[in-house]
């Protein structure tokens, strides 16, 4: 499975992108988290047979939260969660179910072991494999979309096996099986290769960028005494504005 550290650096990049004028320490702290969540499933496999990729990263928990989301944010007569957090809240439990998908479940379903999407419903690990290249022979080649024989339209979904026969080990369960080993050799990866250091170092920047545009514009508002430079939004007034009436 990826790397913890790159699913937090994803979702880094998410909180900066996507909060908007809600951006602060805690919302940061709260995309990060969901970004984080689907990996605790690994903990899970030590009692839940091929929990690992396959409890958390399921498809059915963030469509059953994006639908009750949006029924109280946009269908339903009182949004609880607005009442209660304010448009700040509704934006940030969107982004954080953004992150939860595209942070969380995203790198396994790309990565070598794959994710379990359907499980327990449908008990198999997916992992999308494809390439697109240019060749001055053959032009532009992608294998991302099975054409011809193989099947119109159709991402090339390569199955790994299920949780009966595909084991991922994690440091938090080596073997993968139920059942805590004290002495198994336990591997911690923060980075397995130079392109996720460098999402690391991404979702480092962007959020030391976006904390230091916070800290000028507060600065700025206390010098000035309008009260203007709020910790979230950085004095955007407009950004604010929009995402009052309209979140995402």
Same mark, same amino acid.
Request: net charge neutral.
């Given at each position: 499975?990826?790397?913890?550290?790159?699913?937090?650096?994803?979702?880094?990049?998410?909180?900066?992108?996507?909060?908007?004028?809600?951006?602060?320490?805690?919302?940061? #702290?709260?995309?990060?988290?969901?970004?984080?969540?689907?990996?605790?499933?690994?903990?899970?496999?030590?009692?839940?047979?091929?929990?690992?990729?396959?409890?958390?990263?399921?498809?059915?928990?963030?469509?059953? #939260?994006?639908?009750?989301? =949006?029924?109280?944010?946009?269908? *339903?007569?009182?949004?609880?969660?607005?009442?209660?957090?304010?448009?700040?809240?509704?934006?940030?439990?969107?982004?954080?179910?953004?992150?939860?998908?595209?942070?969380?479940? *995203?790198?396994?379903?790309?990565?070598?072991?794959?994710?379990?999407?359907? =499980?327990?419903?449908?008990?198999?690990?997916?992992?999308?494999?494809?390439?697109?290249?240019?060749?001055? %022979?053959? $032009?532009?080649? %992608?294998?991302?979309?099975?054409?011809?024989?193989?099947?119109? $339209?159709?991402?090339?979904?390569?199955?790994?096996?299920?949780?009966?026969?595909?084991?991922?080990?994690?440091?938090?369960?080596?073997?993968?099986?139920?059942?805590?080993?004290?002495?198994?050799?336990?591997?911690?990866?923060?980075?397995?290769?130079?392109? %996720?250091?460098?999402?690391?170092? #991404?979702?480092?920047?962007?959020?030391?960028?976006?904390?230091?545009?916070?800290?000028?514009?507060?600065?700025?508002?206390?010098?000035?005494?309008?009260?203007?430079?709020?910790? *979230?939004?950085?004095?955007?007034?407009?950004? #604010?504005?929009?995402?009052?009436?309209?979140?995402?």
């Amino acid at each position: 499975m990826a790397p913890t550290l790159v699913s937090a650096a994803v979702g880094a990049v998410l909180a900066a992108a996507l909060l908007g004028a809600a951006f602060d320490r805690r919302a940061v #702290a709260v995309v990060v988290a969901a970004a984080v969540a689907p990996d605790l499933d690994a903990v899970a496999s030590l009692v839940v047979p091929g929990a690992t990729n396959a409890l958390l990263h399921a498809l059915w928990l963030p469509l059953f #939260a994006a639908a009750a989301l =949006y029924w109280d944010t946009a269908v *339903g007569a009182d949004s609880r969660v607005r009442a209660r957090f304010g448009w700040r809240g509704v934006r940030v439990a969107w982004v954080a179910l953004a992150a939860f998908v595209v942070a969380g479940v *995203g790198p396994d379903l790309f990565g070598r072991e794959g994710a379990n999407l359907l =499980y327990p419903i449908h008990d198999a690990y997916y992992r999308i494999d494809g390439r697109l290249v240019f060749s001055t %022979q053959e $032009g532009v080649v %992608q294998t991302f979309v099975a054409l011809g024989a193989e099947g119109p $339209g159709i991402l090339p979904f390569r199955s790994p096996g299920t949780t009966a026969s595909h084991a991922i080990p994690t440091f938090a369960n080596p073997d993968g099986r139920p059942g805590l080993s004290l002495d198994a050799d336990r591997t911690l990866y923060l980075v397995r290769s130079g392109w %996720q250091l460098a999402v690391v170092a #991404a979702g480092a920047a962007l959020l030391a960028v976006r904390f230091a545009r916070v800290r000028r514009s507060r600065v700025s508002a206390d010098r000035n005494g309008d009260g203007s430079g709020d910790e *979230g939004g950085g004095g955007d007034e407009t950004d #604010a504005a929009t995402d009052r009436t309209e979140v995402l």
